[in-house]
């Protein structure tokens, strides 16, 4: 029987391996994949810039595995940082754990001693391990020498952007999530003519799904030109 996420964290359905766009990233979603499927014990470390997929990865890599029976947990360390490292005992006997953001608890003494003790406890249940961060884990600014090295054990990947053409897929897709008809034309004008990052997208979807509840009118182009003009 799969284990309660700690702290009531529950994992987006709409963030799965088969929903993540990869882009220029096959490889990592293949270790993802393998990270959360295979019986085998393995470590993964992900690096990336904000936005570029890192949470999409660590929860779908719990979910796949609580599908096969497996307990897991997702930790977003950015959510938890502020409470006690006491959150991070006994989760060594879970059999897969996701820590995202690793960064944030650079500098904080406790929690870096709390993540190198759950790290050797973890590896000596032979749980698997995956962490994220917006750097490679030898470029982190952690005080502690010895969770630098443990993190750097295991295999480490590097996110790259995505390609307009998958920004775009990105953007029907969200358009998709929200009940929202997006035609490849509209949010190809959105790409080339607004914002390019990932979050300015979909910042631009979101005002966009709002006036066309509140006009009542569909997503054509005509009607996304309109409300881009007054904006």
């Known amino acids: 029987m799969t284990e309660q996420l700690p702290l009531a964290f529950q994992l987006p359905e709409n963030m799965t391996l088969d929903s993540f766009i990869p882009s220029r990233n096959d490889e990592i979603l293949h270790a993802v994949k393998q990270l959360a499927q295979s019986p085998a014990e393995q470590l993964l470390f992900i690096s990336g810039p904000s936005h570029s997929g890192k949470t999409h990865l660590a929860s779908a890599a719990c979910l796949a595995a609580s599908e096969t029976g497996l307990s897991c947990a997702y930790l977003p360390l950015k959510e938890i940082v502020n409470l006690t490292p006491d959150v991070l005992q006994d989760l060594h006997q879970l059999e897969l754990l996701a820590l ?84 490849q034309e509209v949010a190809s004008y959105i790409l080339s003519r607004y914002s390019r990052d990932i979050p300015g997208m979909l910042d631009i979807l979101n005002q966009l799904d709002h006036a066309s509840m509140a006009a009542q009118r569909k997503l054509t182009l005509p009607f996304v030109r309109q409300q881009l003009r007054n904006w």
């Open 100 to 183: 995202d953001d690793v960064q944030v608890i650079a500098g904080k003494p406790q929690w870096e001693k709390a993540l190198f003790t759950l790290f050797n406890r973890a590896r000596d249940r032979h749980t698997k391990l995956m962490f994220t961060a917006n750097c490679r884990p030898g470029a982190l600014p952690l005080e502690l020498a010895d969770l630098k090295s443990r993190l750097s054990w295991g295999v480490s990947y590097k996110l790259s952007p995505l390609a307009d053409e998958d920004k775009i897929q990105l953007l029907l897709q969200a358009a998709e999530q929200r009940g929202l008809i997006l035609k």
